[in-house]
């Protein structure tokens, strides 16, 4: 029964959109759309839905195919398997959210805060990350090609297996993060800042890291033999191991002294990264409750 009442709540909230006001008496008052409960394969495409909040909501296989979500907040809410293709999330908050197997191809989350957010096996081809912050989030296994990361705060994220062919992150910060057994064929990391960052085991073809910053840069096991930009000075900077494939005329150091303790494949071992700032707390509930009118 309670489950029930939660739907029901759900779809009674999302069959509705505010205006960008409400007026109480002579008072004009700012509308908040909050959205909660559970509303798993609720179809919301093309809707507009800017400044919602979604707070501990399960939208788990729902489609927001085109939907106009610039500024909504999305905190601890579970959107797993959804489908927010050319969806735009310009500006919006994405904090303790999960998002794994959603559909986010050519979605724009320009300047999103997207800190401790899960987009694990997520489709987020051609998707517009541009100046993002998605500190310790997990991207693990997600496809990313064509994915734009340019100048976003990628610091202990965890790309792990990742399909990124063609993907940019330019000027991106990527320190402490986790790309090991990615597929970053013709990935741009020109400018970007990879320090302590593990790279083994990686496929690099045709990568451009012409300025890129390497200290402490881990590359054990990676193939970087027909990377670009890359110069002696980073890699000096960097270590690998007898497996790490360069290119012709350049060397690096082995790797010493470092503590490992998560195993991968055939035996090789990467460090965990920092761990994930937690979520915020929930806001206090709205002042003032307003109906809001149809969608015309």
């Known amino acids: 029964m309670r489950r029930l009442i939660h739907i029901a709540l759900a779809l009674f909230a999302l069959t509705t959109v505010a205006p960008a006001m409400a007026?109480?008496?002579d008072k004009e008052i700012p509308r908040v759309n909050?959205?909660?409960g559970s509303c798993p394969k609720c179809e919301l495409s093309g809707r507009r839905l800017r400044g919602a909040h979604f707070m501990g909501a399960d939208f788990?296989?729902?489609?927001f195919v085109g939907s106009d979500l610039r500024e909504a907040h999305f905190l601890a809410s579970k959107f797993m398997d959804a489908n927010l293709s050319k969806a735009d999330l310009t500006d919006s908050q994405i904090l303790g959210a999960n998002f794994k197997g959603a559909n986010l191809s050519n979605a724009r989350l320009r300047d999103t805060q997207a800190s401790g957010s899960v987009f694990s096996e997520a489709n987020m081809s051609g998707a517009d990350l541009s100046d993002a912050s998605a500190q310790g989030s997990s991207f693990n296994e997600a496809t990313?090609?064509?994915t734009a990361f340019r100048s976003?705060?990628?610091?202990?994220?965890?790309?792990t297996r990742v399909i990124a062919r063609g993907a940019d992150f330019r000027d991106a910060t990527l320190h402490a993060a986790v790309l090991a057994?990615?597929?970053?064929?013709?990935?741009?990391?020109?400018d970007a800042v990879l320090d302590s960052a593990l790279l083994m085991g990686g496929n690099f073809d045709g990568a451009d890291f012409r300025d890129a910053s390497l200290r402490h840069t881990q590359i054990g096991g990676a193939d970087l033999s027909r990377a670009k930009g890359l110069t002696q000075d980073q890699l000096d900077e960097a270590c690998g191991d007898s497996r790490t494939r360069l290119p012709?005329?350049?060397t690096t150091k082995a790797c010493t002294g470092v503590r490992i303790t998560i195993h991968g494949p055939r035996g090789m071992v990467i460090p965990p990264p920092p761990a994930p700032p937690a979520p915020p707390a929930m806001p206090a509930p709205p002042r003032y409750v307003i109906q809001a009118s149809p969608i015309p």
Do not use: H, P
């Not at 788990?60 to 489609?63: E, K």
């Open 60 to 63: 788990s296989g729902a489609s």
């Open 152 to 159: 976003a705060d990628l610091t202990a994220a965890n790309m």
């Open 248 to 250: 012709a005329g350049l």
């Open 34 to 36: 909050t959205f909660g």
């Open 23 to 25: 007026y109480a008496g």
């Open 144 to 146: 990313l090609v064509n």
């Open 181 to 190: 057994w990615g597929k970053f064929e013709k990935a741009s990391f020109r």
